[in-house]
C-alpha cells in the first residue's frame, strides 16, 4: 500500500489516466470503468495530513495569505522596524461595511506589516 497515492492517478487495471474524483462517491476509469471509492483515498489522504500537521487548515490558510502579501506591487515606504525602503502594498476588504478597506504595508526586508485604514 506504499505507492497506493502514486497509483491514484492512473487506473491499477488498464493504466488509463483517471479523473479526479468530483462530487461522485467514486472515481471510474472511462475506458475500463474499474471504480475506486472515494472515500478510501480520502481517509488515506486525511490520515497523511493529519500526521503531518493537526492544525492543518488554520495554518496552511495563514501561510498562502503571508505569501500573497509579498507578491503585491512594491512602493517606496520606509520600514519603520528595519528603516529599509521597499514594501508590499496590499489592500484588504474588512468583513464589516463599515471599516472600509484597509491597506497593509508588508516589508520586503524584514517582512514587518503595518496597516492603515482608509
Ligand atoms: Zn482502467
Ligand atoms: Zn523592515
Known amino acids: 500500500m506504499s505507492c497506493f497515492r502514486a497509483d491514484l492517478n492512473f ?3 488498464c493504466g488509463n489516466i483517471l ?7 467514486s472515481i471510474i476509469c472511462p475506458r475500463c470503468s474499474f471504480s475506486i471509492p472515494v472515500k478510501d483515498i ?24 503571508e505569501d500573497a502579501e509579498l507578491k503585491g ?15 508590499v502594498y496590499h489592500t484588504r476588504q474588512m468583513r464589516s461595511a463599515d471599516e472600509g478597506q ?4 508588508t516589508c520586503v526586508h524584514c517582512r514587518y506589516q503595518e496597516k492603515e485604514d482608509s
Open 19 to 25: 479523473p479526479l474524483p468530483d462530487f461522485h462517491n
Open 102 to 105: 484597509t491597506v497593509f504595508f
Open 73 to 87: 506591487p512594491i512602493i517606496d515606504r520606509k520600514c519603520s522596524r528595519c528603516n529599509k525602503e521597499g514594501m
Open 42 to 65: 480520502l481517509g488515506h489522504v486525511i490520515k497523511s495530513s493529519v500526521v503531518f500537521n493537526p492544525l492543518d487548515q488554520s495554518s496552511s490558510t495563514v501561510e498562502s495569505e
Open 11 to 13: 487506473c491499477p487495471e
